[in-house]
Nanobody, 122 residues
Framework: QVQLRESGPGLVKPSQTLALTCTVS??????????WSWIRQPPGKGPEWIAY???????AYSPSLKSRTSISRDTDKNQVSLELSSVIPEDTAVYYC??????????????WGQGTQVTVSS
């Protein structure tokens, strides 16, 4: 059973860089076919996909966040990390780590972490 645990600072000040880590257990982030995504859900809004890093290390970003976002991985620690720079209050959200596989034209998210609350405030 794959388990995901997101961790982060909780509270970040505007203009700072947010750093989040997803620690994966019960499976490997290099398992063929998986795309390890970060997704966020602001209060009262729907989920927003941020970025992924694939099993082979390729990356992709949401166009709206690409200029401020960096996703990376540590295969030795089995972790996926996200950095979001120059944060603003609108970045306040619960951030989730979740891998998906592609089935035809569909993405199937097999596992979800509990999420980590991030609040951007001075």
């Amino acid at each position: 059973q794959v388990q995901l645990r997101e961790s982060g600072p909780g509270l970040v000040k505007p203009s700072q860089t947010l750093a989040l880590t997803c620690t994966v257990s019960g499976g490997s982030i290099t398992t063929n076919g998986y795309y390890w995504s970060w997704i966020r859900q602001p209060p009262g809004k729907g989920p927003e996909w941020i970025a992924y890093i694939s099993y082979s290390g390729t990356t992709a970003y949401s166009p709206s966040l690409k200029s401020r976002t960096s996703i990376s991985r540590d295969t030795d620690k089995n972790q996926v990390s996200l950095e979001l720079s120059s944060v603003i209050p609108e970045d306040t959200a619960v951030y989730y780590c979740a891998p998906y596989v592609v089935l035809g034209t569909t993405k199937r998210y097999d596992y979800w972490g509990q999420g980590t609350q991030v609040t951007v405030s001075s």
